[in-house]
């Protein structure tokens, strides 16, 4: 166990929807980033965010956005859901926002647009 | 630009046989680069990193700048070694990391 928790576990939706995924760091670690899995993509990061603001932006679609809040958990909110927005989605934290620290992952939300 | 490149989706060895996987990266700065792991039902998790110049489980990962390589390798394969295999490059500049599209290990018994 990471110590990263992520909610829900699995999420059903239709397109056009929008939908919160939620993520809490490890204790202490003070980035999130999140990342987007799906089987013709990969592993893509999306954003990051350190103590409350935003580091790194990867290829994070407009219609999607994050938070990270002053207890450093974070939400990512994907909005006008398409059929390709399936795939599961992990958060991931680090004690820092510089490079060269393990990213601790949490377990996935697996997000379903029917 | 910035590219992570694993060109073996599957690689499937059999048990007590050497393996490589490989990774190459396409950055102009001074790269820094992992290897993480996803096990079965798991999560993902780091397996090494170049700046430690560590081995773990067996596994070792050179830099090489020449060939802009990262190849992960382990003499002798073993069966809990199959899983997903993600070689990972951050550019600290921008604190932005690229994952390769990954490499599923298969160890035959």
């Known amino acids: 166990d990471s110590g990263v928790t992520q909610t829900p576990k699995h999420l059903i939706t239709a397109t056009g929807q929008r939908v919160t995924l939620r993520c809490s760091p490890r204790?202490?670690?003070?980035?999130v980033y999140w990342y987007q899995q799906s089987l013709d993509q990969g592993l893509q990061f999306l954003i990051q965010?350190?103590?409350?603001?935003?580091?790194a932006k990867g290829n994070i679609l407009e219609r999607f956005s994050a938070q990270q809040f002053p207890d450093l958990h974070s939400e990512l909110n994907l909005s006008s859901l398409e059929l390709g927005d399936s795939a599961l989605y992990f958060c991931a934290s680090s004690p820092s926002g510089g490079g060269g620290y393990e990213q601790y992952f949490g377990p996935g939300t697996r997000l379903t647009v029917t | 630009a910035q590219r992570v490149t694993q060109p073996e989706k599957l690689l499937s060895v059999f048990k007590g046989a050497p393996v490589e996987l490989k990774c190459n990266y396409s950055y102009s700065g001074s790269p820094e680069l992992f290897w993480y792991v996803q096990y079965s039902r798991q999560r993902l998790q780091l397996l090494l990193r170049h700046i430690s110049r560590e081995s773990i489980k067996g596994f070792t990962a050179d830099l090489n700048k020449g060939e802009t390589s990262f190849h992960l390798k382990k003499p002798f394969a073993q069966e809990e070694d199959s899983a997903m295999y993600y070689c990972a490059l951050l550019y600290s500049s921008a604190s932005k990391i690229i994952f390769g599209s990954g490499t599923r290990l298969s160890i035959r018994p």
């Open positions: 965010y350190y103590n409350g603001e935003e580091r």
């Open positions: 204790s202490g670690d003070l980035s």
